[in-house]
């Protein structure tokens, strides 16, 4: 299996604080922005994104958390006993602007899992994507309003994002993986 670095710890930050620039320049600021962060690297790279823009607009941003494993439409293939992580959402989502926030855009699936969860919790005005990394080969269509990263990936190809928060590194990695039978 090889492995090859795309993205190390300084081009991980520079790239939350790009789409946090971005998210501000295209709000004109951040008065009605929620953030909410897809367990699980998804919801430590909210914080980070909700802290960049608090440095930027000078004010507490609302940030939360969803899990969506009880979402997936393929939830038995992945695990039978999907492990169902906690959500946070402690305010209200009725007409506000919010940023949902992943690790890696893939197939699109876990973008269509957390919009379900998102609406048992309210209705947004709007809903918006930003993702560390848009790997490509997608099975729904769905599409990021903010990347950090586009690559062009193959199915026998895995996009890891390793973060401190979770994993002891921090790096975003492609891995060539056997194909499955």
């Given amino acids: 299996m090889d492995n090859k670095i795309i993205m190390d710890a300084n081009d991980i930050a520079r790239a939350l604080r790009r789409i ?7 709000h004109k600021g951040a008065d009605s922005l929620i953030i909410i962060g897809i367990h699980t690297r998804g919801a430590h790279l909210a914080k980070r994104l909700c802290a960049c823009i608090e440095d930027i607009e000078s004010r507490v941003l609302p940030c939360g958390t969803i899990d969506i494993n009880l979402y997936r439409d393929d ?7 999907p492990v169902v992580q906690s959500t946070h959402i402690d305010f209200p989502l009725d007409d506000k602007q919010v940023i949902l926030v992943d690790d890696v855009l893939f197939t699109g699936r876990t ?16 809903v918006e994507l930003a993702v560390l990394v848009d790997r490509g080969l997608r099975e729904l269509p769905i599409q990021a309003d903010y990347i ?32 499955r039978s």
């Fill in 111 to 126: 973008t269509r899992a957390a919009l379900e969860a998102l609406l048992d919790f309210g209705r947004p005005a709007r």
């Fill in 148 to 179: 950090g990263k586009s690559i062009k990936t193959e199915e026998s190809q895995m996009v890891n994002v390793m973060l401190t928060e979770s994993d002891d590194a921090e790096m975003v990695v492609i891995e060539e993986v056997n194909a």
């Fill in 75 to 81: 939830w038995t293939k992945i695990n039978r006993h």
């Fill in 20 to 26: 946090a620039h971005e998210i501000v320049e295209v």
